[in-house]
Structures are given as C-alpha cells and as structure tokens.
C-alpha cells in the first residue's frame, strides 16, 4: 500500500531563503495539481523545492513581469 508521508513545497530565492511556502502536510496518495501565482515575487531566478519523505526535487524557474 502506498502511505501519505510528510510533503513540503516551497519558493527559495537563490540564497536559499524560502520566499513561500506553498504546501506542507500529508498528502493522499495520488497525482495533485497546485496553482502558484508569482504576482508577489519580483522578476528573477527561484528554486521551486518539494520534499517528500526523504525524496527532494528542485526545479530552477524564471519570474517575468
């Protein structure tokens, strides 16, 4: 069986600061679709960061205004 273990997706600037958090708890098992909207963050480079269990996944993304 598949179990929910604790999940974490955040925004890092490129110094590592977490910008925002944008989920964080224990998810059920299955595929899950978020809407993140940018509007507060400045033009630049970020780290979109998700943690599960003891899995980590970072992804570079480009803000734009």
Do not use: W
Not at 16 to 36: M, S, W
Not at 37 to 55: D, K, Q
Request: hydrophobic share 40%; charged share 25%.
């Amino acid at each position: 069986t598949i179990e929910a273990v604790p999940t974490r997706l955040v925004i890092r600037d490129l110094h590592g600061r977490t910008v925002k958090v944008l989920y964080e708890g224990l998810p059920a098992p299955g595929v899950h679709r978020l809407v993140f909207e940018a509007g507060s963050l400045v033009s630049g480079t970020y780290l979109c960061e998700l943690r599960s269990g003891s899995n980590i996944l970072r992804r570079r993304m480009q803000v734009m205004k």
